[in-house]
């Protein structure tokens, strides 16, 4: 018997909607088991070692099931609505539920992993909204805008910048007016979590159920504003370095932090080195602006770099475009076409290792029947 979506209630503030219900519904009827077994449930917390989640009847450990632990499949991520079976419970090494399967997501936020590895590391699932956390310090730099807003723009949650530490800066119109060139299209809002100033245009982003992940480097005051948000100290802090403004990870781990008005924030590691795990369909989104413009060059295939008739070199020319905007363009351009070159061959090469691994069961299976024979 499929379950009642208000038997969760929990749940349902913590992000549940119908979608996540009917894949759970779908999972349950797929494996065949009694459904009185499995329940929904969402992902609070993970580190190396240790995973939570909220049932609903309550948070609980869990492990994960073996197609994890083998690499079958990818772990879930913090956000994530995932399948338990709670028949199970105690008997994994957590002694808590055991996570059989992660639901499909409605959003999912995703980088690169770090190094020379062509793999997606999942940041956080099921994301309502990103708030792009830059510092109005140090910390303030548009170029590093641009690549959160293509990050931002690739996981189909609403954007924000939130530019942060107002209190440090004498003006900040003009910041503000900067970071809406560099991020068009989003809301841009200056904000300090210790004067209070700019909190309030946070609210409508922050509604019961809604889950809002912070984006930022390290030292831009993701974890200030959200022990100020949720009213009392959830998250360490720290001070930056005297010089550059730059932070140490205070947050080493992912994890939901509920607020009185029924949202939820979500922490992430600081960001020293964002590398995108994108498509050209999120660049020309975040730049949409060039796109246009494009629109208007000479030739279908122009690449804004020194044709005649380009309507974006231009723009340059006459001052309507920045000039380090388009060098930015470039350059992001170049990094995500030698990642779909990458992509593409990593794909290839797990293709031939799957199919390598078939041919040897197929033969292995050739050889014991002829052996029993």
């Given at each position: 018997m499929e379950k009642n979506l208000q038997d969760g209630e929990c749940l349902l503030a913590y992000g549940y909607t119908p979608f996540h219900q009917s894949h759970f519904d779908e999972f349950?009827?797929?494996?065949?088991?009694?459904?009185?077994?499995?329940?929904?449930?969402?992902?609070?917390?993970?580190?190396r070692d240790h995973l939570r989640v909220l049932t609903a009847h309550g948070e609980r450990a869990a492990s994960l099931a073996g197609l994890f632990r083998r690499g079958d499949v990818d772990p879930p991520a913090v956000g994530d609505?995932?399948?338990?079976?709670?028949?199970?419970?105690?008997?994994?090494?957590?002694?808590?539920?055991?996570?059989?399967?992660?639901?499909?997501?409605?959003?999912?936020?995703?980088?690169?992993?770090?190094g020379e590895v062509t793999r997606e590391q999942v940041v956080a699932a099921n994301v309502d909204t990103i708030f792009l956390v830059m510092g109005l310090d140090g910390d303030y730099n548009l170029r590093r805008l641009e690549r959160f807003a293509v990050l931002a723009r690739?996981?189909?949650?609403?954007?924000?910048?939130?530019?942060?530490k107002a209190d440090l800066c004498e003006d900040a119109v003009g910041p503000r007016l900067d970071a809406q060139q560099a991020a068009p299209g989003m809301?841009?809002?200056?904000?300090?979590?210790?004067?209070?100033?700019?909190?309030?245009?946070?609210?409508?982003?922050?509604?019961?159920g809604q889950t809002v992940a912070l984006?930022?480097?390290?030292?831009?005051?993701?974890?200030?504003?959200?022990?100020?948000?949720?009213?009392?100290?959830?998250?360490?802090?720290?001070?930056?370095?005297?010089?550059?403004?730059?932070?140490?990870?205070?947050?080493?781990?992912?994890?939901?932090?509920?607020?009185?008005?029924?949202?939820?924030?979500?922490?992430?590691?600081?960001?020293?080195?964002?590398?995108?795990w994108a498509g050209e369909e999120?660049?020309?989104?975040?730049?949409?602006?060039?796109?246009?413009?494009?629109?208007?060059?000479?030739?279908?295939?122009?690449?804004?770099d020194g044709e005649?008739?380009?309507?974006?070199?231009?723009?340059?020319?006459?001052?309507?475009l920045d000039a380090a905007r388009l060098a930015n363009w470039h350059g992001l351009s170049r990094e995500l076409a030698s990642l779909e070159r990458r992509r593409n061959v990593a794909h290839r090469r797990r293709e031939e290792r799957r199919t390598s691994k078939l041919y040897r069961r197929v033969q292995s299976a050739k050889r014991s029947r002829r052996g029993s024979g």
């Open positions: 349950v009827r797929r494996v065949g088991v009694d459904d009185s077994d499995l329940q929904p449930a969402r992902v609070l917390f993970t580190s609505f995932v399948a338990v079976d709670v028949a199970q419970s105690g008997a994994g090494p957590s002694g808590g539920v055991v996570v059989r399967s992660a639901l499909p997501r409605r959003t999912c936020i995703s980088r690169k992993v770090a690739e996981s189909g949650a609403q954007p924000v910048v939130v530019l942060s809301p841009v809002f200056a904000i300090s979590s210790l004067t209070d100033t700019g909190l309030e245009a946070l609210d409508g982003f922050l509604g019961p984006v930022g480097s390290s030292g831009a005051g993701k974890s200030t504003l959200i022990n100020r948000l949720a009213g009392h100290p959830v998250m360490k802090t720290g001070a930056v370095r005297a010089g550059d403004d730059r932070g140490r990870h205070t947050t080493t781990h992912r994890q939901l932090v509920p607020l009185p008005a029924g949202g939820l924030l979500l922490d992430n590691p600081g960001i020293r080195e964002l590398q995108l999120a660049l020309e989104s975040a730049f949409g602006d060039i796109e246009s413009l494009a629109r208007g060059c000479r030739f279908s295939d122009c690449s804004h005649p008739g380009c309507a974006v070199q231009g723009a340059v020319d006459g001052g309507r």
